[in-house]
């Protein structure tokens, strides 16, 4: 496995690796590496000749007062769970590669990030999106994989591969859950272990919630009343528990297409994001 922390050196590998007809796949991370990346490694893998994983802790995707100074870092851990799991390059770009001092240029969404995780942390999507749209021009990939925790942010780079025609396939992975059923999350390490068994309740009244709606309820309000009176019991802080259209994030009132059930959850000073898509069934 080599690590690569040049951009210029990055793009070489990559036009290599195209010249002797090698497809590659990117999963980007910000590293603190779990088994939900090596799950999206393991996509990668089985799609691509080579598999690069882009470690870079992006600071404009944080808002002032969010996580960037204490975010884990981990490199050997992370380094050593990329060469078990088969990864053939770390992309691992200081901040000073990656952005220039007077860099004026960004790229921004204008629909689909202004609504959840958009509206309670402004600027958050604009700078996923920028530093995504520059991995892509940087580790040159085929494939990227990103995974269905992260709902919004799927759906975004995928609106940016379609609206900027990056010709690149975007291949997605499952949410992957501890065995009690916390969704995989480097910000699980924030909590304390009172706070860690009230998380459970996240996924516990998304469940709740999903198990009314297979039972014929339709109505969005009764569905997410029903997540909030399990959720609420434990004292968890809702930031938002909405249903939405899977397509266009549009807010729902009934379930009539395939939709998710997404929620942003203050669990101490920890917010911790989950989902269940809820299939469409005949209506
Ligand atoms: O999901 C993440 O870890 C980050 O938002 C990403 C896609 C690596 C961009 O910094």
């Not at 990559?14 to 799950?39: D, F, P, Y």
């Not at 860099?103 to 309670?120: D, M, P, W």
């Not at 009172?194 to 459970?200: G, N, V």
């Not at 709606?213 to 997410?224: F, H, P, R, T, V």
């Amino acid at each position: 496995m080599i690590v690569i922390e040049s951009v210029a050196g990055m793009q070489a590998q990559s036009r290599n690796w195209q010249q002797s007809g090698e497809s590659i796949a990117l999963v980007a991370t910000m590293g603190n590496l779990h088994q939900g990346h090596i799950s999206l490694v393991d996509i990668a893998k089985n799609k691509a000749d080579r598999v690069v994983v882009s470690i870079f802790v992006n600071p404009t995707q944080f808002a002032e007062g969010e996580d960037l100074d204490t975010y884990p870092k981990t490199w050997d851990a992370d380094k050593t769970a990329c060469e078990l799991a088969g990864v053939d390059c770390i992309f691992f770009p200081g901040e000073s590669e990656m952005y220039y001092k007077n860099k004026s240029i960004g790229v921004s969404e204008e629909s689909l990030s202004q609504s959840l995780c958009g509206a309670s942390r402004p600027g958050h999507f604009s700078g996923v999106v920028t530093v995504v749209a520059k991995l892509f021009n940087i580790c040159l990939p085929d494939y990227a994989v990103f995974g269905r925790k992260d709902f919004q942010q799927l759906s975004i780079i995928k609106r940016l591969v379609r609206d900027l025609n990056f010709p690149i396939e975007i291949l997605e992975g499952d949410i992957i859950r501890e065995a009690d059923g916390l969704a995989m999350s480097s910000r699980n390490q924030y909590l304390s272990a009172d706070e860690r068994l009230a998380a459970l309740l996240i996924n516990q009244s998304l469940h709740a919630a999903e198990l009314l709606y297979e039972s014929g309820e339709k109505q969005c309000s009764a569905l997410i009343r029903r997540f909030l009176e399990t959720a609420e019991q434990v004292g968890l802080r809702i930031d938002y528990a909405e249903i939405r259209s899977v397509e266009h994030l549009e807010l729902l009132e009934m379930v009539f297409e395939q939709s998710v059930f997404a929620v942003a959850v203050y669990v101490g000073d920890t917010r911790l994001i989950d989902n269940v898509v809820l299939k469409s069934t005949e209506i």
